[in-house]
């Protein structure tokens, strides 16, 4: 009798600690102000530039609390709401249109995952995410824990590899065109790791709030090989693009970007939430052919473009 009190125990200690699962959410550091700063590389057409994952001000949906998780993939910026669910050790994603068997969300990762465990992607069905390695990588000389996720979709195979306390550390996706993200630097919970900076930095230079959005010519046009770009940013009540929540003396999440004359992302010289200012970046333009390049300034409320030349 006491051998089958204490086997039950076990098991139950077992049950608890497996649903309970806080470890496994560390492989995800969801929280506002963190950032990812990646090199990324695309073989056709052939890019490579830094970009920067963000996360942003949490707000509540059905209960719960998201973040919004910044990103590039595929061409363009995107912004997904995300939580990391305490019990389940899952990543899901708020999406009114998502999966029958969650309640307006859809699954991204399962970070509770053991080796060769397998759950439904965040496409509703199959194909199935795969957890296929669990093993240690060393990152900013640290020794962590990893777990690597597989995606067989159609014509694109998906991976990504988290570490324990880092986030994701790399993905990649082979398809048509293929895409790839190495973690070069990170800011977690205040502390920063490795290289964060992207092409340029960028600086506040004026102390007076703004009363527009505006994006300035940059200076000088033509340039070679370098040229400055201001920008103001007004006072929003309204943040993130939220209704649930008032941020009074928040600017935005702002985005500049520089296309090429085909329209293609070639580099992103801000992606972050600024407070409201004037700012400059300067842009580099020493890996860049000569030519006609444009910039865009994108926020919530607010979209401008002006062109520049680049003469070598």
Same mark, same amino acid.
């Given at each position: 009798?006491?051998?089958?009190?204490?086997?039950?125990?076990?098991?139950?200690?077992?049950?608890?600690?497996?649903?309970?699962?806080?470890?496994?959410?560390?492989?995800?550091?969801?929280?506002?102000?963190?950032?990812?700063?990646?090199?990324?590389?695309?073989?056709?057409?052939?890019?490579?530039?830094?970009?920067?994952?963000? %996360?942003?001000?949490?707000?509540?949906?059905?209960?719960?609390?998201?973040?919004?998780?910044?990103?590039?993939?595929?061409?363009?910026?995107?912004?997904?709401?995300?939580?990391?669910?305490?019990?389940?050790?899952?990543? %899901?994603?708020?999406?009114?249109?998502?999966?029958?068997?969650?309640?307006?969300?859809?699954?991204?990762?399962?970070?509770?995952?053991?080796?060769?465990?397998?759950?439904?992607?965040?496409?509703?069905?199959?194909?199935?995410?795969?957890?296929?390695?669990?093993?240690?990588?060393?990152?900013?000389?640290?020794?962590?824990?990893?777990?690597?996720?597989?995606?067989?979709?159609?014509?694109?195979?998906?991976?990504?590899?988290?570490?324990?306390?880092?986030?994701? %550390?790399?993905?990649?996706?082979?398809?048509?065109?293929?895409?790839?993200?190495?973690?070069?630097?990170?800011? $977690?919970?205040?502390?920063?790791?490795?290289?964060?900076?992207?092409?340029?930095?960028?600086?506040? $230079?004026?102390?007076?709030?703004?009363?527009?959005?505006?994006?300035?010519?940059?200076?000088?046009?033509?340039?070679?090989?370098?040229?400055?770009?201001?920008?103001?940013?007004?006072?929003?009540?309204?943040?993130?693009?939220?209704?649930?929540?008032?941020?009074?003396?928040?600017?935005?999440?702002?985005?500049?970007? $520089?296309?090429?004359?085909?329209?293609?992302?070639?580099?992103?010289?801000?992606?972050?939430?600024?407070?409201?200012?004037?700012?400059?970046?300067?842009?580099?333009?020493?890996?860049?052919?000569?030519?006609?390049?444009?910039?865009?300034?994108?926020?919530?409320?607010?979209?401008?473009?002006?062109?520049?030349?680049?003469?070598?």
């Amino acid at each position: 009798m006491k051998r089958i009190i204490f086997l039950y125990l076990i098991l139950y200690v077992f049950r608890i600690s497996y649903c309970m699962d806080t470890t496994s959410t560390k492989y995800f550091p969801l929280k506002e102000g963190n950032f990812w700063v990646y090199n990324y590389s695309r073989y056709n057409p052939n890019l490579n530039f830094r970009v920067r994952d963000s %996360v942003g001000i949490p707000m509540t949906f059905d209960g719960h609390v998201y973040f919004p998780y910044h990103y590039y993939r595929w061409w363009y910026w995107h912004t997904d709401y995300l939580r990391v669910d305490s019990i389940t050790g899952n990543i %899901v994603e708020y999406n009114t249109s998502g999966c029958g068997w969650l309640n307006n969300e859809e699954l991204v990762d399962s970070l509770r995952a053991r080796l060769n465990d397998s759950s439904k992607s965040y496409h509703c069905g199959t194909p199935f995410v795969r957890c296929n390695d669990t093993s240690f990588g060393t990152y900013f000389s640290q020794t962590l824990p990893t777990k690597q996720f597989f995606l067989d979709l159609y014509e694109e195979l998906d991976r990504k590899q988290y570490a324990k306390t880092m986030g994701m %550390v790399s993905r990649s996706s082979v398809g048509m065109s293929g895409e790839y993200f190495t973690l070069v630097g990170c800011r $977690i919970d205040g502390v920063v790791y490795g290289d964060t900076s992207l092409i340029t930095s960028i600086k506040p $230079i004026a102390a007076s709030i703004p009363a527009n959005f505006s994006l300035s010519q940059n200076y000088p046009n033509p340039f070679n090989p370098t040229t400055k770009i201001k920008f103001d940013i007004q006072l929003s009540p309204l943040s993130e693009r939220s209704t649930t929540r008032l941020v009074e003396g928040v600017g935005g999440f702002i985005t500049l970007r $520089i296309f090429d004359l085909l329209g293609r992302e070639v580099a992103t010289l801000v992606n972050e939430q600024l407070q409201p200012g004037t700012y400059e970046v300067e842009f580099d333009g020493t890996n860049f052919p000569s030519g006609v390049y444009f910039f865009k300034l994108i926020t919530d409320s607010f979209t401008e473009s002006r062109r520049m030349v680049l003469i070598k």
